[in-house]
């Protein structure tokens, strides 16, 4: 059952792009496959869609879940860290995290919607991405599907919580336009597009962050998208990282209180 759709205008009112968000049951600790979960409420997957799927579904489905009696938040956050602060630096109480080379609040780990239990983020999201997206080519017989595992990331100076992605499949991450030309004629020197982030900030929008209910969305009629026939590679994956030493914000990230964490 779709709850919320939402039409985008791209170009002049002559393309459109439409988000279908997707009402699922209370996803819990009983569900244990995220292709049964597909199975029951994905009915139609059009050739060049991209699916918006939570992380925290994923995880679920994936066990992993500890509950809250069972350990502590602060190991955990280490555990699931590549680098980490403590919680005591903040004055929110809040560690900061690199994980997965992303810069996320306490590793990703999650307290809400999720049944007396803290939720981890995927073991391996690409791993998670690359086999949905294969499921998909297969029930409905198309060559082309995008995947987007969501999960949602703050923004510094600016209240509320946004999509970002964790890992894709199926489509060309990054447009870009280093080398191009703007409108007057003068050399793009740095200004790509993430599509994977924007997508997943859309698709995040409908599914919500609350009691939506709605951990799946499909998106359609996305001209803007190159779709791929395949997984992405270990080259186009290592493509849309940057080093900190490429980050604009490293310097001010760099001289922060890090610690190594457990996570590779």
Not at 103 to 114: F, K
Request: glycine share 4%.
């Amino acid at each position: 059952m779709r709850s919320m759709e939402l039409i985008v205008p791209y170009v002049c009112y002559t393309n459109t792009m439409i988000v279908n968000a997707i009402k699922t049951h209370k996803i819990t600790n009983k569900d244990t496959s995220i292709t049964a979960i597909l199975d029951r409420y994905l009915k139609d997957f059009p050739d060049k869609s991209v699916l918006g799927i939570a992380a925290k579904i994923v995880s679920i489905c994936e066990g992993r879940f500890i509950a809250l009696d069972k350990a502590d938040k602060d190991e955990l956050i280490k555990q699931e860290s590549q680098w980490y602060t403590e919680r005591t630096f903040s004055p929110l109480l809040i560690s900061y995290a690199i994980t997965n080379n992303v810069l996320v609040a306490t590793a990703g780990i999650d307290e809400s919607n999720a049944f007396g239990n803290y939720i981890l983020l995927p073991e391996n999201p690409q791993k998670s991405a690359n086999e949905i997206r294969e499921y998909l080519v297969k029930r409905f017989d198309i060559k082309y599907a995008g995947v987007v595992i969501v999960d949602g990331h703050t923004m510094p100076f600016r209240w509320g919580v946004m999509g970002q992605s964790i890992a894709y499949s199926g489509f060309e991450a990054i447009k870009w336009n280093k080398g191009k030309k703007d409108l007057f004629d003068r050399e793009i020197k740095i200004s790509n597009q993430s599509i994977v982030e924007e997508l997943a900030a859309t698709t995040s929008l409908v599914m919500g962050e609350a009691a939506e209910q709605t951990p799946l969305s499909v998106i359609t009629d996305v001209p803007f998208v190159t779709f791929q026939d395949r997984n992405p590679s270990k080259k186009e994956l290592e493509e849309i990282k940057i080093t900190p030493e490429e980050d604009m914000y490293w310097p001010l990230l760099k001289n922060g209180p890090w610690k190594k964490g457990k996570k590779k």
